[in-house]
């Protein structure tokens, strides 16, 4: 099956930077790669669908200017959170379609804390 | 028992007995569904899954169940171990804008009582 690996799985900032998080995928080429959010003791809330070579898709409430993501090449895909603020704060994780079916893989997944 | 309250639903099994997780799912379009385990700090992990034309599916200790007419499914974890400890999430999959929507459920807290 398809290997995901998101880097990092952990990151501090202060509030008005900007952080990249990298989703790739290790033994696959994944024209599409998902984000998702995660607060504490919640599920995980789709942000954008990320085409390679594409605008992402985002969804509906999520802001692209905030949350910017590229997928450069079929093997990352990126998201950064721009200007970040406390509130922004959570549990950022990847995943991309699974390789020869319709299930998927997931990193890891990145604890961001904005200070 | 089962609670539900402002955090995640927890359902606390005594170890060797059978779990039973439930979900319910919110679009009757969608024709695949997955069950996954999150232990904290980390990324979910493919438990098993279930396409929309079948109504079980059996894997190692675990089946899944699907009911389309009430958009229910549910997790069975027969002889529960310490290692089940986790939350658990449904999800649904559903073709939308050219693309293949994955929708995660609330999620349910598995506590394993030794």
């Known amino acids: 099956g398809a290997v995901v690996s998101q880097h990092p799985s952990w990151v501090i900032c202060k509030s008005g930077t900007s952080v990249k998080i990298e989703c790739r995928s290790l033994d696959f080429q994944a024209t599409t790669m998902f984000w998702y959010r995660q607060f504490p003791k919640q599920s995980l809330m789709l942000m954008a669908t990320s085409n390679e070579g594409s605008k992402a898709t985002y969804e509906q409430g999520v802001e692209k200017d905030k949350f910017l993501i590229n997928h450069a090449s079929l093997t990352l895909s990126t998201l950064t959170v721009t200007s970040a603020h406390p509130e922004d704060s959570s549990f950022y994780i990847c995943?991309?379609?699974?390789?020869?079916?319709?299930?998927?893989?997931f990193g890891s997944g990145t604890r961001l804390t904005v200070v | 028992g089962e609670s539900v309250g402002l955090h995640l639903p927890t359902l606390s099994v005594q170890e060797g007995d059978n779990s039973i997780i439930n979900c319910a799912y919110s679009n009757s379009a969608s024709d695949y569904f997955i069950w996954y385990k999150q232990e904290s700090g980390k990324g979910p992990q493919f438990i098993i899954d279930?396409?929309?034309?079948?109504d079980k599916r059996q894997g190692q200790r675990v089946t899944v169940l699907l009911n389309k007419t009430v958009k229910h499914l549910s997790l069975q974890i027969a002889a529960t171990q310490p290692g089940d400890s986790a939350v658990y999430f449904c999800?649904?999959?559903?073709?939308?804008?050219?693309?293949?929507?994955?929708?995660f459920g609330t999620g349910t807290r598995l506590k394993v009582l030794a």
């Open positions: 995943s991309e379609r699974t390789l020869g079916g319709y299930g998927y893989t």
């Open positions: 279930i396409r929309s034309n079948m």
């Open positions: 999800a649904e999959s559903f073709f939308r804008s050219g693309t293949y929507k994955y929708i």
